[in-house]
DNA sequence: CAGAGTATCGACACGGTGTCGATACTGTCA
DNA sequence: TGACAGTATCGACACCGTGTCGATACTCTG
């Protein structure tokens, strides 16, 4: 990067420069950690001092919440367009809903792992992570309770909401390891399926291949 | 703890200092989070200065890994123990399993805790947590494998290894978010059975409770 | 072209880390 | 018993990353 020909193009207007900031860290966060990433390693990689830094964030992590917020946006909105396009069918739901998940965090996937890591230190990166979790949960407790009244899943002891939590957690620490080629993982060409086959497992239960209700998809779902 | 009576204990052996730093380690991390923890307050929580401790461990992530160390060989342990009382029925196998890992884990949750915190900075810790992991993941793996042969299960599109490694991650993260008490997070009196249900949903597969070649145990267990 | 707001920086203080050299304590062998 | 070797302890120092403050430069608008 040449400084823009000729003459030094010097003040940056505020918005401007904000945005540096942020492309600088997603950037930096492609290769390091977020604790091995310094506020002046982010402020050189955006053109500032890290003095300079200050008067655009408190802190790192408030970059990083920022940086947050924008994947966040992208992950419901790909998922709330996926599952009105799924139809009803729950096995489409739960492929459609577990892959805009995947595909969002995917490209951002350098993103997804400093948050997971700032989620340790910084209450509000936890406290933002914790509603987008309960979104998915609470919607995927809604499908669960829907598929034990229409009987294809005996109410088990287990509660609706409990088996959510935990299928949505499977995701989170999963997708994780698998972004993070953390040792074991499932390669990314695989992961999808494997989650999939699981979610179907525990949420249509017992009844092996046959459909319960509703016959427009087939009952058999190689591949 | 007064000065014991009288004479002042003054020096400790090596050993016993050890065992103070890592016994005050431990207790210290019941309330804070490993990064919160500086090693001055550990130092001084086994009656040391903050440069005596370096005698004794090089950091304190060392620390963590000696809580860590042993942590996992009673994990192990209560493991290998619960899976020989368990029989080869795969219900009992899998209820054994999660529940030593459970137990163990529940005992030394401020262990638990910082050793996922530690995960993310220390390459050491992450090495060893793979290591546990591999091991849980293999194991589990040759269930299901086995499951498939016998034909209770279908060999589906997935892999025996990724169905492991995904239920697997899906306990740590799991029991991780019941003893953080994460919000969304499952209550303790209730995790074990959600990770059971969803381990035979996906292990068992499609036959409903009929067991499938073991009588010796009651395919029903509750509690 | 003056002044208000915007943007930038260097210098400072602080807190946690890790190292080093000095010193105190303890057991043991001559 | 008393000197020496090894063990244990500490204070002082240098270093690094953070966050704040006050000074200064730039820019737009009236």
């Known amino acids: 990067m040449p400084a823009t020909r000729g003459r030094r193009a010097k003040r940056m207007n505020g918005d401007d420069r904000e945005a540096a900031i942020l492309e600088a860290a997603e950037q930096l966060l492609e290769t390091h950690g977020l ?40 992950a419901n909105a790909r998922r709330d367009a996926a599952l009105a396009a799924a139809g009803p069918d729950p096995r489409n739901l739960v492929r459609a809903g577990i892959t805009a998940f995947y595909d969002t965090f995917r490209e951002h996937r350098a993103v997804a792992l400093a948050a ?3 989620r340790i230190t910084t209450p509000e990166a936890s406290e933002l992570w914790s509603r987008v979790m309960d979104s998915w949960v609470a919607m995927t407790a809604g499908v669960i309770a829907h598929q034990q009244e229409v009987g294809s899943l ?20 999963v997708l994780h390891a698998t972004f993070a080629q953390d040792t074991p993982s499932i390669d990314e060409s695989a992961v999808v399926d494997t ?26 779902r190689p591949r």
């Open 154 to 173: 005996p109410p088990s002891a287990v509660s609706a909401r409990d088996l959510a939590t935990a299928l949505n957690l499977m995701n989170e620490r």
């Open 116 to 118: 997971a890591e700032s």
């Open 35 to 74: 604790h091995e990433l310094s506020i002046d390693q982010i402020a050189r990689g955006a053109g500032i001092s890290r003095s300079s830094f200050y008067f655009y964030f408190p802190s790192k992590e408030a970059v990083l919440l920022s940086l947050m917020d924008r994947v966040i946006g992208q």
């Open 195 to 220: 989650l999939v086959t699981i979610w179907l497992a525990a949420i249509l239960g017992p009844s092996p291949s046959g459909p319960s209700q509703d016959p427009t998809t087939p009952p058999e």
